[in-house]
Every structure is written in C-alpha cells, then in structure tokens.
C-alpha cells in the first residue's frame, strides 16, 4: 500500500470493507479520542469522554457504524502526519504532485484542561486547484441502537435520540439523507471552510462562534508548551516525543485516570474471539506509563494519578484491577450488536476482567510511586502510608493464586510473574522509604522480599526445560519472564536466567524479533499473535547482556513496525509480521519505546538531559 515517496493509495487501504487498524491518525484532548482514516474518514470516536458511546463507530462495522467522511471525488495519493509535538493532524490529498485537498483535525484543548471541549474541529482547504469534495456525516448513537431524528436551521443539523445528540456546525451547504447528512461541493482554489461536530448540545450555532482559528492555535499552544517538558535529548527522539504525547492525550485530564487505549474490541486476531474494551484505567498499564514518564522528567500526570488513585482505594477500602476513568463503576461487559472490525466478533462494552485477582497491580503501584520519588516527585507522608497499607495487603495476597499479568480466563493459577511483582514492591519500598527517611517495618518487609524471592526461586523454576515458567508446575515459558532481570530480581547473566531466555527465544520468538506472549491453551478462538512489549523488554534484555548490537538492530527493527505516524497498537500478526491488531494506540506499546530508546542511548554514549 506504501510506496517509496511516503504517499498512500486510498485504493489499497482497505481490507474486507475496512480500513486497516495501521491506516488511521489519532486526535485527542485528554478527554476523550478519535481514529481518522487516511482517506479523511473519522471512523471512531467517543463523545464526551473516552468510554462514552462511540458516535462513530465504522472500525467495528463498515455497513451500519458511524462515521464522518470528507475526501476528494477523484482518485488520488494521501499523505498524512502531525503537526510538531501536537496531536493536531493534517491529512493531505494529492494528485499530480499538487495537494488539492488538505485537512486539519483535532480536538480543542487548553491549560484549562477540566473544560470539557467535546468537539471536534475539521478545517478544509483547496490549496492547488478547485476540487470536488465529498461530506457524508453518519453518526451512531449507543452502538446502532439507539433511534435518532435529524433537525436543521441555516448553521447545520442537529441529530438526537432519547439521551444523546450530536450537531454539526458548517457554512457548507448540506443534504438531509435517510440517517445521515451530506453533499458534493466544489471548493475553490485557495478557499477554505470550518466544520464543527459537538456533542450534547441542543441548538446548533453559526460556525463562527465556536472561534476554530483562536481554538486551533490554543491546542497547538498546548501540545508544544507540554512537550518542552520532556526532558530527553537522545537518540529516537522522534518517537520518544510522539509515544509521550500520544500517552499524555490518554490521560483523562479532570481525574488523572488513564486510558489502555482509546478504542474496544479492535481484534488481536482477525476473525477470532480476543476483542476487548480497552477504554478504561488499568492500574498495571498506568503504573508502567508513571515509569516511563519519570525516566523523561515528567512527574505532573503521575503526580496526579497516583494521588487520585489512592483517595480512591483508600475510600473503597480495596485495590481492583481496573476502574472507570470518571469513578461511574460500571464495567459490566456486554455484548453490542455490531459486525465487528473485519468480522471479528463480538464486540463488547464494558470488561469482566475487572472482576479478577490480579495481584501484581499492587507491586506495579508500589513500584510507580517508586520510580515518581526517583524523578523527583513529592512522596508525603500520606502517600508514604498509603505504600505502606498496599504492603500490609501484599504480605499475604501473594501466596494466593490468580489471573496473572494477561487476565487468563480460567482457574487462578500460581503466576510467576505476579510473584516476581509482589517481590519488587517490597524492594521499591524498602528504598524508597529508606531515602526519604520515613519509619516503616522494614526488617518484616526484608523478610517477606527474601521469602517471595526463594519461592520464585524454588517454585518458579523448572530444571528440566532450564527455564522460569510461567506458573509453578509448568513446562512452559511465558514472555513477562523478560521482565526478571528489569527489576534487579535476577542478574540477566545469571545461567538460570540465560537459559530462560534462549528458551523464549526458541518457544516465543518469531524471525521478525516479535514475541507470543504465550502458547497454553487460554480457552479463547484463534491463537494469540505477537504482543508488542515483549520485544521492548527484549531490547532492554539484550542491553543487560551485552548484546548491545543485536539490541540496536531489535529496537529499530521495532521502529519499522509503527504506522505512518510512528503510532503502536497493542499486536502484530505473529505470521506476516506487517498487520497491526488489537486496540489503538496502545499505552502499554508507547511506555515500551520510551523506555527501550532512554536504554539504548545510555549504552550507545549519547546524551540524554
């Protein structure tokens, strides 16, 4: 589909009806998040906020989704790509070397980051030549099933059912359709034109009066005024900064919750069963990206989380797996009656697996704030307390079996990686609180660290296939062993560890340097494809074990697997090593480059301030 000047063929994005998951550019605003198409076409977004219903919805059902198309009548090239350190994006069509048609996205953002702007803003303009231009504006309320009427005066059109509305805002002329608004206009030469869709509103004004210039330069102001924060200089720069600012447009601003990832049930494998809802805070998945952001100087989104979050434990009397990002609670999952993204079924609402035991969310926590007071953030006393609860739970809860780091839905089992996590939280502890100064039972915590680490060793262990498992009593390896030696647990030279490694290598590895994360059988259609972090934690591997050229040539191959955009989603065809899958983009991806790059530069003898 690529060809060699960076431009696109419309024409060959598509797959069953749809366009590829890497074919799409990502706006946000802390707030919530749209996917955009390269052939102009938002084919998803969640009005007001991430885990509100879609309003456009075509990436999980190209017949009966919403959408909002804008694109040239004639057949041409797209390029598309973002403005400097923002998340405003520009989708240029071309044809004969000429842009005849260029689009700017984004989603109003400001200092004042609790207003809540649920709109997006698209600005259309001819720069070459007069073109002629499709708009076909489709919205879906509550995943298809909710029945919507369409109300226009001489701004726009306004579309409603029983809990929802959306309008659009235009100079544009447009036709009301059976579900839907549209036409095919020309746009002179040199002209340009302001589209507005809201959410919630009840009356539809003159474009004018929602300021989209005074908006447009607001959002950039904010994007670039952020990303001088990052403090990192090294190699990769590129995507360090675009996985921080796409991570940062994850977050949930007025909570300081954060997103896995702005969308539900993008399949992890084509036509299988594996399609989740990803719009919700995973305290494991915030906790790495609170790591990540503390090695490039950011303590602001962290600080806020971790604070926030623990007011909510505190109050709750209880650690989950997972919460909402606006504290409603509700993550009942149920299945919606779309077709799925190229037939992948079911798509679903909401995640059950917030019902699991889960047990390394608590050293994941621990290690968080860990890694905040590293960077220099402000560990109180309160927040020391609060550490210090999440050990008095711990000291017991880790003997327990669970659900492991991958939310396995069969019987608890005895998790490797869920003890070498419990392991950690009490290592980040003991130093942690021994650099502030703070009182704590730290000989009891020593003594808990020292028996969880012989367990591990004793239990975790199998001698016969001379690797780590991934729960006491397997024969088989599990990718999340990468992690062992990341946490100081284990030296990566150690033999037991060398050999656990060959053994992912052997058993997890394809060609492409991608990595099942596993083989069992885990009770769900279609087997699993290569998850994205693993290799991450590979590269950092290698680093340990002085490989560091194989651990260059890993990460940029890594690189050369983002989309168009330097963006990640959460997997890859293990097969064809070129299709991403799974939720999009994904945070867990993005820590997993910043982390990996910070590495990398450190060996290499570059600087990083």
């Given at each position: ?33 749209g ?12 009005l007001p ?5 879609p ?25 598309q ?24 996205d984004?989603?109003?953002i400001s ?25 076909d ?7 298809g ?82 990303a ?25 601003g ?43 100087g ?15 434990i ?45 047990i390394?969310?608590?050293g ?19 927040l ?16 327990l ?22 392991w950690?939280?009490f ?7 021994k ?30 296939i001379?690797?780590?498992t ?56 279609g ?8 290799s ?9 074990l ?17 989309n ?27 820590l ?18």
């Open positions: 589909m690529s060809i060699d000047n960076g431009l696109y063929n419309v024409t060959q994005a598509y797959n069953l009806g749809h366009l590829k998951i890497a074919n799409h550019g990502f706006i946000a605003n802390s707030r919530t998040a996917l955009i198409g390269i052939d102009g076409t938002i084919d998803w977004a969640c906020d991430f885990n509100s219903n309003v456009f919805d075509a990436i999980l059902d190209s017949q009966n989704g919403g959408y909002f198309k804008i694109k040239p009548i004639m057949e041409c090239y797209v390029k790509f973002y403005e400097e350190y923002t998340n405003v994006l520009i989708t240029e069509f071309i044809k004969d070397d000429q842009v005849i048609l260029r689009l700017t984004f989603f109003p200092e004042s980051g609790t207003i809540n702007f649920p709109e997006i803003h698209r600005f259309i303009e001819a720069p070459s030549s007069d073109v002629e231009v499709s708009i504006l489709k919205p879906n309320f509550n995943f099933a909710g029945q919507k009427k369409i109300t226009g005066n001489s701004y726009g059109y306004l579309f409603s059912s029983e809990d929802q509305t959306l309008g659009i805002s235009t100079n544009i002329k447009l036709i009301k359709g059976r579900g839907n608004v549209y036409n095919n206009i020309i746009l002179k030469k040199d002209t340009s034109e302001w589209i507005v869709i809201q959410s919630g509103v009840r009356q539809i004004g003159n474009v004018k009066q929602y300021r989209s210039d005074y908006r447009l330069e607001e959002t950039r102001r904010y994007w670039k005024s952020w001088v924060k990052i403090n990192y200089n090294g190699l990769y720069r590129d995507y360090v900064i675009r996985s921080a600012v796409t991570l940062k447009g994850l977050f949930h007025p909570t300081g919750m954060m997103v896995a990832a702005p969308t539900t049930s993008l399949p992890e494998v084509i036509g299988g069963e594996r399609n989740w809802d990803y719009r919700h805070t995973w305290i494991r998945d915030t906790a790495y990206v609170i790591e990540a952001f503390s090695f490039i950011l303590t602001e989104e962290p600080a806020k989380f971790l604070y926030n979050i623990m007011a909510i505190q109050r709750d009397k209880k650690l989950k797996t997972m919460y909402t990002i606006n504290g409603d609670d509700n993550l009942n999952e149920e299945i919606v009656n779309l077709s799925g993204h190229m037939a992948s079924l079911p798509v679903r609402s909401g995640n059950k697996a917030s019902d699991q035991l889960q390394d969310q608590y994941s926590l621990v290690s968080a704030i860990f890694r905040f007071q590293e960077a220099g953030g402000l560990v109180t006393t309160q020391w307390d609060f550490v210090i609860q999440l050990l008095d739970t711990l000291k017991d809860l880790w003997k079996p669970d659900s492991s780091i991958w939310e396995i839905r069969s019987e608890p089992k005895h998790y490797l990686y869920s003890k070498l996590i419990s950690a939280a290592d980040r502890a003991i130093k942690m609180g650099a502030l100064d703070y009182h704590a039972p730290y000989s009891k915590w020593r003594s808990i660290e020292n028996e969880i680490k012989k367990d591990i060793l004793e239990k975790g262990y199998n001698s016969t001379g690797a780590f991934q729960y006491y009593g397997s024969d088989e390896v599990d990718a999340s062993v990468l992690r062992m030696p990341l946490t100081g647990f284990i030296k990566a030279t150690d033999p037991r560890f060398t050999s656990t490694i060959a053994k992912v290598e052997k058993d997890l590895k394809n060609p492409c340097g991608l990595f099942r994360r596993y083989i069992i059988d885990d009770y769900l259609q087997k699993d494809n290569a998850f994205l972090l693993m991450f934690w590979y590269v950092e591997d290698l680093i340990l002085g490989r560091i050229k194989e651990a260059k040539e890993t990460f940029e191959n890594m690189l050369k697997h983002s168009h955009l330097m963006l990640f989603s959460e997997e890859i065809d293990f097969n064809d090593c070129n299709e991403l899958l799974g939720n999009f983009p994904q945070a867990i991806t993005h997993g480059v910043i982390r990996a790059a910070i590495k990398l530069n450190r060996v290499l003898g570059k600087s990083s301030e």
